[in-house]
């Protein structure tokens, strides 16, 4: 903690220099999207400042600079998240996009009616809707693992929906409503020793902790690029490479063929045959940028800052009276989510937002979660690397006054 | 603390957000509707007792923030009485200093829901003020299906 370099993290974040309202920003809105650093929008200036074409296909200079810039990128996803090769890292929009390409080609190509898709109880419904879709599709079921009060998956019950039919399990790795962090090396485990393949939404876990990829031995991992920092419309699939060699493609178009008839049209490898059409190519490379800069900070230096920061805010919450945590796991991501007795989030959200405090309120599309709770919405303070303790404070002032405003 | 807000959050609404009036099923009611908010989980069902086009009762039920529960409460307060052609042109009135689109609203005209007039300048929340009141023009088209504030 004495170590992390906070204040020169928080001035390469030139929006946290806003005043919103007449009042300091505090931005605690990460789990929906986090801010850029400088080094990714100068990333995206400098390409369309100098580097900027279509990508694959120019034998032109600036074709094949812009084409390597995308392609570095990839290569820094690999190495990011212990990939075995570039081959298995597919660009997409977002994790959303990247399950619905997993739900519409590996979901349609091998599964059938009758076999099972079992989730858990947090989903997003980023990784509900595609496997509702599908099972409308082709006959397939979902299952759905339970959690327990605390927001922890009920590990028991979860192994005892594994069984002969189980043809996949798509599970969060870190809740976006709890924060919980499931216990995904164990999840990986049981479910391979009946050969089941495991993808793992990525999306909330990415920017708080270091995720190797081939160390959990996961099928699928997904995650969106705008929460890690980087540009929004930019998102990741990693496959393993034999599971996506098998899968037919998502889209078709330009990018993802080696040769087009009229009569028939042989697919690129991969990753290309996943990637039809123009990418986001300047947001690609500045998701690359992004990925730099937090691999300077370090995943792990991150990991256990934002830990201080969710134990002190956690503490601070349960002083004050009348304030519901929602959600907590013992093993659990920077989110603090909440409820104030009498006071709906959208007037807490409303008031926060007059103290210059960016907090979430609603359902987080997580409404399943919401009912299993009983609540209509939670508000939801999210942390990242450049919040502090002050901010904490603040919030906490925040909340203690507007209890008061409210009698 | 909280100054900015005073436009949006008026005693009025505190008042009427801890103790809603007409907070209450309605048995004998002839109209019944129901009002969602899927944005934020707002929820309502009004009643309404029309009896030769006069709203003879009207009430409510549910759950939402301050602004929508002071919203519906007032207006089962002030439709009280009203006839049904009264109660629309209020609805009309209501939607036009909510979503602003002109700067010459009649406040005489609309009484106490001026209080709510503040909602304009929070798109954001404009919705959960007019929850109740699309509500409510459902229930005088005597139409049955549930409201949703997203269609």
């Not at chain 1, 977002?94 to 091998?110: D, M, P």
């Not at chain 1, 002083?319 to 007795?341: C, D, M, P, R, V």
């Not at chain 2, 036009?96 to 009649?106: P, Q, V």
Request: charged share 20%; proline share 4%; aromatic share 8%.
């Amino acid at each position: 903690m004495t170590t992390f370099p906070i204040e020169q993290i928080r001035a390469d974040f030139p929006i946290l220099g806003e005043k919103i309202r007449n009042k300091p920003l505090v931005y605690l809105d990460n789990a929906a999207s986090c801010q850029k650093p400088q080094a990714v929008i100068d990333s995206i200036v400098h390409t369309y400042s100098h580097e900027y074409a279509n990508i694959h296909r120019g034998v032109h200079t600036l074709s094949v600079k812009a084409t390597d810039k995308f392609e570095g990128a990839r290569e820094k996803v690999r190495a990011f998240i212990n990939a075995a090769s570039t081959k298995e890292i597919i660009f997409v929009r977002g994790a959303t996009e990247a399950i619905n390409l997993v739900a519409q080609s590996y979901g349609k190509s091998k599964l059938k009616a009758g076999d099972e898709i079992v989730i858990s109880a947090m989903e997003h419904h980023a990784n509900i809707v595609p496997w509702q879709m599908l099972c409308q599709q082709i006959g397939t079921v979902l299952k759905v693992a339970p959690m327990n009060q605390k927001g922890e998956l009920l590990f028991d019950e979860f192994e005892k929906l594994l069984n002969g039919n189980t043809k996949l399990v798509a599970i969060t790795h870190m809740s976006n409503a709890l924060g919980s962090i499931n216990p995904v090396e164990k999840i990986i485990a049981v479910a391979h020793a009946k050969n089941i393949p495991v993808l793992l939404d990525g999306a909330q876990a990415i920017p708080h902790m270091a995720v190797d990829v081939q160390a959990l031995d996961c099928d699928f991992y997904v995650f969106s690029g705008h929460k890690l920092y980087g540009p929004s419309g930019t998102g990741v699939l990693y496959g393993k490479q034999a599971l996506l060699e098998a899968m037919p493609p998502y889209q078709g178009g330009g990018d993802m063929i080696r040769s087009v008839t009229f009569d028939k049209t042989d697919y690129a490898g991969l990753p290309q045959k996943f990637e039809a059409g123009t990418p986001a190519i300047a947001e690609i490379i500045g998701l690359g940028a992004a990925i730099d800069y937090v691999s300077v900070v370090g995943m792990d230096n991150i990991a256990a800052y934002e830990a201080e920061l969710l134990a002190y805010a956690t503490e601070q919450a349960l002083q004050i009276k009348g304030l519901n945590i929602i959600g907590q796991a013992a093993e659990k991501g920077g989110i603090l989510s909440f409820t104030l007795e009498h006071i709906h989030p959208h007037d807490i959200g409303t008031m926060l937002d007059s103290l210059g405090i960016a907090i979430r309120a609603g359902h987080h599309c997580a409404m399943p979660v919401m009912d299993f709770y009983g609540v209509p919405a939670t508000a939801r303070a999210s942390f990242a690397m450049y919040n502090t303790r002050q901010e904490i404070d603040v919030l906490m002032q925040g909340i203690k006054s507007l209890i008061e405003v409210f009698g | 603390m909280f100054e900015d807000l005073r436009d949006l959050y008026q005693e009025v609404i505190f008042d009427h957000n801890r103790n809603p009036r007409n907070f209450r099923v309605m048995e004998n009611a002839n109209r019944r509707v129901d009002g969602f908010n899927p944005l934020c989980g707002d929820k309502l069902t009004l009643f309404l007792k029309i009896d030769d086009h006069v709203i003879s009762d009207a009430s409510f039920q549910g759950s939402g923030c301050a602004i929508s529960t002071a919203s519906v409460s007032l207006m089962t307060e002030i439709v009280k009485g009203k006839t049904e052609a009264e109660a629309d042109t209020l609805f009309k009135q209501f939607h036009e200093m909510t979503t602003g689109k002109t700067e010459d609203i009649n406040l005489e005209a609309i009484g106490k829901l001026a209080v709510l007039a503040g909602v304009r300048e929070y798109p954001a929340r404009v919705k959960c003020a007019t929850l109740a009141w699309h509500t409510l023009d459902a229930a005088l088209k005597n139409q049955q299906e549930a409201v949703s504030t997203e269609e």
